[in-house]
């Protein structure tokens, strides 16, 4: 059974930084892409970024470029979101997913809020 189960959210304050994790069980960890995404109170869940299954590939949403870092242990079936230099518009749940041919999983989501 996939399971996704995300960590580390919670209150920062402007130009601070955050690290999510996202530990996964249920499927072999280090053959796939892994992905970052967020949803904002009255938005729908954006892209922020993906990873490879080797962590030697990222792609990023233009609006967390330069300031988010995604990377991952394959040993601790875990993959990272490393947020600097963070903004009130930053604030959402943040949800890690992985996506099969046939289906796409997400994890519970967690709590990222960005206020002074």
């Known amino acids: 059974q996939v399971q996704l189960v995300e960590s580390g959210g919670g209150l920062a304050q402007p130009a601070g930084s955050l690290r999510l994790s996202c530990a996964a069980t249920g499927f072999t960890f280090s053959n796939h892409v892994m992905g970052w995404f967020r949803q904002a109170p009255g938005k729908e869940r954006e892209f922020v970024g993906s990873?490879?299954?080797?962590?030697?590939?990222?792609y990023y949403a233009d609006s967390v470029k330069g300031r988010f870092t995604i990377s991952r242990e394959n040993a601790k079936r875990t993959v990272y979101l490393e947020m600097n230099s963070l903004k009130p518009e930053d604030t959402a749940i943040y949800y890690c997913n992985i996506v099969f041919p046939s289906s796409t999983y997400w994890g519970k989501g967690i709590q990222v809020t960005v206020s002074s």
């Open positions: 990873i490879s299954w080797s962590g030697g590939t990222t």
